[in-house]
């Protein structure tokens, strides 16, 4: 299991895998909601995925992220494969710098997510504009620097029903 990523000593409980599964799906759904193609939004999956593949590799991989992946390329009506690349990548890459990421603070860890969802916008950049899509501008790769910022409240949120207890059980071994 791993360590907090914070400066706690209490432990944290396995995450639930109802937990995971809601907050991808929630993600999904946040996806879904019709704001446009407004910059400063999140892409609310890309960010959920990260963050379960650095905290729960095992239970988060690219499996997932492949299933995501080929959801968002369906209800997006996007280039079939550009989600799912992107996703995988990120997975992959999130799944495999885990146990080094977590080592750092909250802060370092949020720099480093943000060149991971920088590549995987860019990923997906590329697969469009190879379909003929036009380059949509810079402003375009902000939704990276606003999920990369919410890294730390996300962290606490997501975290909190794994705390144990604080009461001390003189029963309980731990």
Same mark, same amino acid.
């Given at each position: 299991?791993?360590?907090?990523?914070?400066?706690?000593?209490?432990?944290?409980?396995?995450?639930?895998?109802?937990?995971?599964?809601?907050?991808?799906? %929630? /993600?999904?759904? $946040?996806?879904?909601?019709?704001?446009?193609? #407004?910059?400063?939004?999140?892409? &609310?999956?890309? =960010?959920? @995925?990260?963050?379960?593949?650095?905290?729960?590799?095992?239970?988060?991989?690219?499996?997932?992220?492949?299933?995501?992946?080929?959801?968002?390329?369906?209800?997006?009506?996007?280039?079939?494969?550009?989600?799912? %690349? /992107?996703?995988? $990548?990120?997975?992959?890459?999130?799944?495999? #710098?885990?146990?080094?990421?977590? &080592?750092?603070? =909250?802060? @370092?860890?949020?720099?480093?997510?943000?060149?991971?969802?920088?590549?995987?916008?860019?990923?997906?950049?590329?697969?469009?504009?190879?379909?003929?899509?036009?380059?949509?501008?810079?402003?375009?790769?902000?939704?990276?620097?606003?999920?990369?910022?919410?890294?730390?409240?996300?962290?606490?949120?997501?975290?909190?029903?794994?705390?144990?207890?604080?009461?001390?059980?003189?029963?309980?071994?731990?």
């Amino acid at each position: 299991m791993n360590q907090p990523t914070h400066h706690s000593n209490r432990l944290l409980l396995p995450a639930r895998g109802w937990f995971i599964t809601a907050t991808l799906a %929630l /993600a999904l759904f $946040l996806n879904l909601v019709p704001l446009g193609r #407004l910059p400063f939004v999140p892409d &609310w999956v890309a =960010l959920m @995925l990260t963050f379960w593949c650095i905290h729960q590799p095992v239970k988060v991989g690219m499996g997932t992220a492949f299933i995501l992946g080929l959801a968002m390329d369906v209800v997006d009506a996007s280039i079939m494969g550009q989600h799912v %690349l /992107a996703y995988v $990548l990120l997975a992959f890459v999130g799944c495999g #710098l885990s146990r080094r990421i977590l &080592w750092f603070p =909250l802060l @370092l860890q949020a720099a480093h997510v943000l060149p991971m969802l920088l590549t995987s916008q860019l990923v997906m950049l590329l697969a469009r504009m190879t379909g003929g899509a036009e380059f949509p501008g810079l402003l375009w790769f902000a939704s990276s620097f606003v999920a990369a910022a919410l890294w730390h409240p996300l962290t606490y949120l997501l975290l909190l029903p794994q705390y144990r207890p604080v009461e001390r059980d003189d029963n309980r071994p731990i």
